[in-house]
């Protein structure tokens, strides 16, 4: 590579040399390559020109004619140059061109004799020289880590493959949106930067601001801040924006990644699993056309409505464990262990049972390979929920799995100031033995419940999880366009 750069950049020396300007300021195009490419029949054998601009993806020199394939964002067609019509001095500046390189040309319309659509060029204008290789077209860009570390030349060598993946994302955030905004919520932008982090079970990344002379936190949620405006009387708001969590990157997690969270007053998990179903199936309906999507070999069916599970009646089916016979932490901790669990000493009782729902799905048991709601958790791994309304020590809780890949989350939300203290006081309980992931005591929070918030319900949605789902994606890396990587060999 090194020697090809440097022959590049004797070619760009050489075209200053010739008074060209390899990096112009302006660009002039008539039309789009597709546009083009859709008229062609019918501008052919027209006199006034085209201007097109576009990479060289092709290059081949004959003496004294040319060929090249450039391609903009919406398609690519071959072009002619010819030394008749451009003269010997433009030729040669033809020669100073490489693969890589965006040229601007102009010229007539043509069929070539084995019926190619050409564009015949009668000038051309170099606007952007390449210094480095375009990746090997035909093989792809085949080494999984350079494709996400280096999202530009992944997208360059295996756009067919890569491109609609990240359309099929901006499709289903567009239909989220509008979903949420015809049920009647309103979209609203809270705090990144925040003096206390809450509203999940995660370790937050710090940061120092030197003006206040304090520690802030990225957010690792947006519940409580939008909590506070059901408070203030908004009814229904959402949110569509990235958080950040301190924790270990695999297959579903990535340290930054994006969360759409909504709140409606007057409702509960039941409503919002209305909501979420709702919601889900009219996504895959406009972003896929189908609300039929095929993931990891299983067909899932998004049609509502979706079965709804009992949490611990699921985990006992599939693993062999009542949890209600085990209720604390050391008697589920030898259970688990007995059956050949890996148990984390630091874990409490509620985050084991979490542990033993992600090892129920990592068995791949086929019944779980569909839409469902798990429903109903303990209350000691859901601080945030409101009590069960006739089941004891467990909480209005559930989770949406979509292939056995869990994207969300939610509850009918807490409202008692009181209760709602106590479970933060138990969380801070649970930090001081170990659980560095256990939530803080917000008090400002506290007092904003202790103005009062309605009944609420809330949900929030994975939308990297999510289009993972919708575009048959194994890895949360392929699905965000620049993800979080480990240290490269040669990174400083």
């Known amino acids: 590579m090194a020697d090809e750069r440097s022959v590049r950049l004797q070619r760009l020396q050489a075209l200053r040399e010739r008074g060209i300007n390899p990096y112009p300021n302006h660009v002039e195009r008539s039309h789009t390559i597709a546009e083009v490419l859709q008229h062609f029949d019918e501008w052919l054998g027209e006199e006034h020109s085209f201007c097109l601009v576009g990479r060289i993806r092709l290059l081949r020199e004959m003496g004294k004619v040319a060929f090249a394939h450039i391609e903009d964002g919406t398609g690519r067609i071959q072009v002619y140059f010819r030394i008749n019509d451009l003269g010997e001095e433009a030729y040669r500046a033809v020669r100073l061109l490489d693969i890589g390189d965006f040229i601007q040309v102009r010229g007539f319309l043509f069929h070539t004799r084995t019926g190619e659509r050409t564009l015949h060029v009668l000038e051309f204008a170099l606007i952007a020289k390449g210094l480095r290789p375009l990746p090997e077209k035909y093989h792809g860009l085949e080494d999984v880590e350079l494709r996400q570390r280096k999202r530009y030349l992944d997208l360059l060598a295996n756009g067919d493959e890569v491109k609609p993946i990240f359309v099929t994302r901006s499709r289903v955030i567009r239909a989220m949106r509008r ?57 229904r708001v959402y949110e569509i924006g990235r958080n950040f969590r301190n924790e270990g990157i695999d297959r579903t997690h990535n340290p930054e990644f994006t969360m759409m969270e909504c709140y409606q007053a007057y409702a509960d998990y039941e409503d919002m699993m209305r909501l979420a179903e709702e919601m889900i199936y009219a996504i895959a309906l406009e972003a896929c056309g189908t609300p039929r999507i095929r993931y990891q070999g299983y067909e899932v069916d998004l049609t509502p409505p979706w079965p709804r599970l009992p949490l611990l009646a699921t985990i006992e089916e599939f693993t ?173």
């Open 320 to 492: 062999g464990i009542d949890v209600n016979r085990y209720p604390d932490r050391e008697s589920l901790a030898a259970a688990m262990q007995a059956r050949g669990y890996e148990v984390d000493p630091a874990l409490g009782r509620g985050r084991l049972i979490d542990e033993l729902k992600s090892a129920m799905f990592r068995q791949g048991a086929e019944p779980l390979r569909r839409a469902l709601f798990l429903v109903d958790y303990p209350l000691d791994v859901s601080p945030l929920a409101k009590r069960h309304r006739s089941l004891p020590d467990l909480v209005e809780r559930f989770q949406p799995f979509l292939g056995g890949l869990e994207i969300g989350n939610a509850f009918t939300e807490l409202n008692d100031p009181l209760d709602q203290r106590q479970r933060f006081e138990d969380q801070m309980r649970q930090r001081a033995h170990g659980d560095v992931e256990a939530q803080v005591l917000d008090e400002d929070f506290l007092e904003a419940l202790e103005v009062g918030m309605p009944p609420t319900g809330g949900l929030g949605i994975g939308v990297d999880r999510l289009v993972m789902f919708l575009t048959d994606q194994e890895s949360i890396r392929d699905v965000i366009l620049f993800p979080t990587m480990r240290k490269a060999p040669n990174e400083l």
């Open 179 to 235: 979903f949420l905004d015809e049920h009647g919520f309103l979209e609203v932008e809270t705090p990144i930067l925040q003096p206390i982090y809450g509203g999940a079970t995660a370790r937050p990344f710090v940061t120092h601001h030197h003006a206040l002379d304090r520690d802030m936190y990225l957010r690792i949620a947006v519940e409580l801040y939008l909590k506070r405006l059901i408070v203030g009387g908004f009814e």
